[in-house]
């Protein structure tokens, strides 16, 4: 839990956080559009790690990382006045994490058209503490092959396959209908595969016995 | 498991390790809380500053709103009057612009007698009659020949008044000549109002009932006209009277049905007197402030082809376009 009582050398007034765990979603939601400062401390320290991390499967280890989970919920906080049902906002910041997501990855794209004689953009290292060599490198490589797919396809691919996301969920997310949804991982997978199997640090991990399996999320039980 | 499954479990296990040593959500949350703070702040300051603009707007309104009922309060009835010296009963004539000078024992005053818009959709409520600053101005001179014959000659009633009636009415009549008409008015009920009504001669009765009208008593500035018809039926005070009754009815009482049966009364028993071409155009107004679209259309045609270039041409003409 992050200290309620704020960061006092950065300037930033204290904020004394009672009962954070027991303020219900439309009191938080009302003092929020009342332009309580709490109670925007309360919805980031409960939402926060979500949100950090839903971007990090969809992104994977990138340097905007930081700046995108800001821009979430500075969007989520000036926006809060659009939400209905305050008990939704955990479903409504999945989404806005989501578009945040997805414009970072379609202006790269159009910047890498565009601007295609400058170097490419480095995916930066992955600095998990405790994890081998080889995995580090097959995390790249995923990443790397994601960035060749289309936007609507990895994201919907990132968050029902490396998120676990339920296929509901994934279609709420992408604001899509359930089999446009499952279209797009479907091809996002194939797609996936074909390019791993032939992706060096990836071929050990997809071997030929994958070659008759269906697809995944047909196994999952929500499909 | 799959090897997808083995793939995402490696990438998965990874990213939360590393989300478990990351330690950017305190600073991040400092900079969200920040943004946060601004966001607010420039809130307040656009609700401060639109409050101001919403306070300037709403006094330059309220006093616009109060410049233009003040104004309209204070404007007299919109009256253009020809003189006659037998009749001074002030009457409305519509698109009318003209200066009258008033022929009494008050030549310097006059009355400068605008054009008043006609606007027969507006349904407003029956409005104060107020003392104009100016003398009222005397009625058109009915000179137009009328089936009935009229007779100017003194009545009988104007010869029976006593001397020390006149006095009476002349010490009323004077201060409602100087303008003073509540203090006309109540010196007239002293002497008994029902009583003048009676014994007056046309032109006094004229007088009185203008004297209550400026007075505020509207619904009594109607006796002294009823008198008149009563008693000077055929003359041309008694063609102005009922001209006046209808004009009562439209303006001060805000009864369109009561005026538009005076206005036809007017036209039915002098077709063609002066009064007539203001008369059928108030009774197209009526018609319209009513609402009886047909009868308004027929009376609008009747007056086009009386008056094609009268004042209320222009709204005959868009009552036929409806």
Redesign the interface.
Known sequence: M??PE??PA?G??P?RVVAETTTDAGTLHQRLLR?E?AA??IL??RH??MV??LL??IL??DSEL?DL??EV??RA??SAHRLRDPDAFAGWLRRLAVCAAMDLLRSRRRRRRWLWFLPPDEMPE??????DES??E??KA?YRLLDALPVEDRVAFTLR????MPLASVALACECSLATAKRRISRA?QA??TA?RAHPA?AT???D??AD?HS?FDDRGDA | M???????N???T??????A??D??????????????R??AK??QYLRRALVVAAVFGSAALLVTALVAARHRARPLEVVAVHDELVPMSVNHHDTPSTATSQTPHPSETSDLREAPVDPARESPPRPVRAPTTRSVPIPKYDSPSPRPIDHTPTPATNAVTPTARLDDESWAQLAHKGRFNEAYALAQRSGFSNLCDTLPARDLVTLSETARWAGHVRESRQPLLSTRARFAGTAEAAAATFALGRIAFDDSNDAREAIEWFTTLLREYPSGGLSREASGRLVEAYVRVGDLPSAKTHAERYLASYPTGPHAGLAHRVLER
Do not use: C, K, Y
Request: charged share 30%; proline share 4%.
């Open positions: 992050i200290d704020g960061d950065s930033v007034r904020v332009g400062r925007a401390a980031f320290d926060a790690p950090e991390r990090l499967r994977g280890s930081d989970v800001h919920f500075v906080f000036e992955v600095e998990a503490p405790g994890v995995t580090r097959a995390v995923t396959v490396l998120d676990g997978e996936f595969l791993a990836l991990w997809v071997t016995r994958h399996r995944e | 799959t090897p997808l499954d083995t793939i995402a490696e990438v998965a990874t990213q939360d390790n590393l989300l040593h990351r950017s959500l305190p600073a991040l949350r400092t900079q969200v809380l920040r943004s946060f703070d966001r607010e809130r307040t």
